[in-house]
């Protein structure tokens, strides 16, 4: 991992400051191994920054959102859907609930969880909650996004200056074209890794710029099969805690208890966290300087510039101390994760989106009868049980399923209307303790 080799990692980790009983029988340990409680005290919390979180759903209205700067759009992603919000525990809402605590948890409710940049401006984007065999239709350009890829349009459109996602969500050939705006717009897009059975869904992670983020646990070690081999997934950009790590309510116990996950869509949303650091530390850099600052500084220790992306661990273990221990102005204006693998949108692609300066659609369809018309925009799970002393797996949050993979990422500017059903899949899986 970035020269210091996978042993050197979890010494790092198993290393940290000792946590109190309560932060490991919560599954909170990732706080205290990267000493979070010292990063805050020195002023970095992710203050003025604006996170735009595309999740399944959510209950605004917990405890650990108490006091925190949450919003949520008022319209759902997908079309099929009503409301962006529910107070049933759903699986999709632990989901959605879990991975913006991870970013601005207060510490209250069950659960205690804290988060990595608990000042950070959330907006929320809602898939909304479905089951299995409900089909997911963008709300806009059905036939040309995907629901997540809708979600990142909007929080482009909406001034987001960091956005990730715990979903897969298929592809649509103009998922390549929103990639482009926001690697244009200079606006970083975070997004999990898979998980053992979530391995072949497709998602925004497949498309060059993005930021992959996949698990490790207390020990450094990645996500792992049910046979122990460890999942590796070669466009990997960083790893971070994403294993046994505390939830949002559980299914057994509704909002009132939690239970423990595990999975990359726990590691995404505190790499998001650590850039809105890293932003809030250096504001006058720019987002690949940001992004920059966050790849070369991975571990506790210097090293130089370093990507293996054949053990899964990508540039490294993210360490949010390095990174507010640096001015991110000081290095090169340069986006170290276009060109990084052979994937869209293109060169002409992203020259093509700072020119119409990030919108959607890219061409605007001709009207000869008619003004043109204006397209609406907005702003904008685990499952779990208690168990006895050990702890066990349940099943995998896959409970809003696959979005349909529909066309080719390389689709140029005409496609065919089709409709289509889509579902979507978190990536985590859980399982479930009582702290």
Known sequence: MAGLGIAAVAMLLASAPAEPATATDTGEWWYEAYGVAAIHNEGWTGAGVKIAVIDSNINPDLPVFAGRNLKVDPRPLCAEVSSPTTTERTVGAGHGATVVAQIIGSGQGPGGIRGIAPDAEVTFYSLGTQTDEEPCTAAEYGDQLTAVALGVQRALDDGADIITTSVAGGKEPGDSDVIANAIAKGVAVVA?????????????????????????????????????????????????????????????????????????????????????????????????????????????????????????????????????????????????????????????????????????????????????????????????????????LIAVLSALGLIVIAAGALVAITVTRRSRTRRVAQDTRERVEHP
Not at 345 to 372: C, F, H, K, L, M
């Open 192 to 392: 999990s890794g898979p998980n053992p059975t979530t391995r072949d869904l497709a998602g925004l992670r497949e498309y060059q710029g993005v930021i992959v983020a996949s698990a490790v646990d207390e020990a450094g070690q990645l996500n792992t099969y049910d046979d122990g081999r460890s999942l590796v997934y070669p466009r990997t950009a960083v790893v971070a805690p994403g294993v046994g790590l505390t939830t949002v309510g559980s299914a057994s116990g509704g909002w009132d208890s939690a239970g423990r996950g595990s999975g990359s869509s726990f590691a995404a949303p505190l790499v998001a966290g650590a850039l809105a650091l890293a932003e809030q530390r250096s504001p006058q850099a720019t987002s690949n300087q940001l992004v920059q600052a966050l790849l070369r500084n991975t571990g506790k220790e210097p090293h130089e510039l370093s990507d293996d992306r054949t053990s899964g661990y990508g540039f490294g273990l993210a360490w949010p101390a390095n990174i507010v221990g640096v001015d991110a102005t000081t290095y090169p204006d340069d986006n170290l994760l276009v060109g990084r693998v052979e994937a869209a949108p293109t060169a002409a692609q992203i020259e093509q989106a700072a020119a119409r300066g990030s919108a959607y659609p890219p061409v605007a369809e001709p009207s000869v009868t008619s003004p043109t018309e204006v397209h609406p925009r907005s702003d904008d799970d685990p499952t779990s049980s208690p168990a006895g002393p050990d702890i066990t």
